[in-house]
């Protein structure tokens, strides 16, 4: 694939259980990033006790620890499917909390990361170093227990975790087409740092949803999280697989990053919900891709003053960059998102060309097709 031609990606919806992915070829997935059902908090008592005997037997007899297993058991069969599904060298990411809970007259805590991370070892999945998602609230009833009294007070969870898991050795990349690829697909180095730190902060982003009703019955996550871990390990147009697909954030990332996806989804409700989001998804995108270019641009200006100039030059889009390897980046545009139907979403994708006037961020972008791309006043992409 050349640097200039344009790209095109599929995304399907697949309204099936994920404990049997029968529609995905084995080693045909190049990356899962998801979100469950989380054993143990309440809100998702319901599904669990529909799919598992066992666990509604054990919440019914107010036996917290038996219910826990029994969840973690229906999941165990989702990871089992991951395995199978995902290519040599690929790598699995899964959203999780822990959870708090009083069953009977019994408070403890239900470590669904640590019941993740040894189901992972046991199927065969190496893991690699967590990060912690930083999740603070402000409500004012957040501390529990006893007050300011001692020895009856419990810690506030105010983090979620991102476990990474990689099936077998690492990925090697062979081919000068391949080579390629990864370096069109690379991120820049201020986003290096940022993005392999082990504690992330997502203030001051939002990502709303016009039916919130829906919202309350997902596991959602910002979708700039999504596109980090798209982004981290993955390359354009590979396949994301995302096994519990709920409002569809996963997907959405998948499409602002150029990739292809796949997800699963048990409730109908979410169905026609991913196409409608997906089809008024071009401005959302336009704004990401706006936010990153900007964002790349204030880091030369700061790193320019305070060490000079940078010693090499990105040679699609013309701005400096800190190492050889992002000299390669290249920056597709979304163009045009059709759904044919609830099950389908094609999207086409344009490169972008030299961006002019750097460091500012309110630069010209030539298009491939004639026509120019500008920043506005806001600093976001306009035709």
């Given amino acids: ?227 980090r871990l798209i982004n981290m390990y993955s390359l354009y147009e590979e396949r994301v697989l995302d096994p519990f697909l709920g409002t569809g954030t996963t997907m959405l990332a998948s499409i602002a990053c150029a990739r292809n996806s796949i997800g699963f989804e048990i409730d109908k409700a979410f169905s026609s919900l991913v196409p409608e989001q997906a089809v008024a998804f071009s401005a959302l995108a336009d704004e990401l891709l706006s936010a990153r270019i900007s964002d790349h641009c204030r880091f030369v200006s700061a790193y320019t003053e305070s060490k000079g100039p940078m010693k090499y030059i990105n040679g699609p889009h013309g701005f400096p960059v800190v190492t050889r390897q992002e000299t390669g980046i290249q920056l597709y545009r979304v163009r045009d998102v059709v759904s044919t139907d609830n099950s389908l979403i094609r999207v086409s994708y344009e490169p972008l060309g030299r961006i002019d006037g750097i460091p500012s961020a309110k630069a010209a972008i030539p298009r491939s097709m004639g026509g120019r791309i500008r920043f506005g006043s806001n600093g976001r992409i306009k035709a």
């Fill in 1 to 227: 694939m050349s640097s200039k031609t344009k790209i095109e990606t599929q995304h399907r919806i697949v309204l099936s259980d994920s404990r049997r992915m029968n529609r995905i070829k084995d080693e045909s997935i190049d990356l899962v990033v998801t979100s469950p059902p989380y054993p143990m908090i309440r809100m998702w008592d319901g599904l669990f006790s529909s799919i598992s005997p066992d666990a509604k037997k054990f919440l019914d007899n107010r036996d917290g620890n038996g219910a826990f297993e029994a969840m973690h058991l229906e999941l165990d069969k989702v990871w089992h499917e991951l395995y199978r599904v995902l290519k040599e060298g690929s790598f699995a990411c899964i959203n999780i909390g822990d959870a708090v809970r009083t069953i009977g007259d019994r408070f403890q805590l239900y470590p669904n990361h640590s019941r993740i991370i040894s189901s992972f070892r046991a199927i065969g999945f190496d893991c690699l170093p967590v990060i912690l998602w930083r999740k603070q609230t402000n409500a004012p009833n957040k501390f529990m227990g006893s007050g300011m009294l001692p020895a009856g007070a419990y810690v506030t969870l105010e983090h979620e975790y991102i476990l990474i898991f990689r099936k077998g050795a690492k990925r090697e990349f062979r081919t000068d087409s391949e080579k390629s690829l990864r370096m069109r697909s690379s991120f820049f180095w201020e986003e290096r740092n940022k993005w392999f730190s082990d504690l992330w902060d997502f203030k001051g982003t939002s990502q709303e949803l016009n039916k919130p009703e829906l919202r309350k019955r997902s596991a959602a996550y910002p979708l700039e999280l999504a596109c």
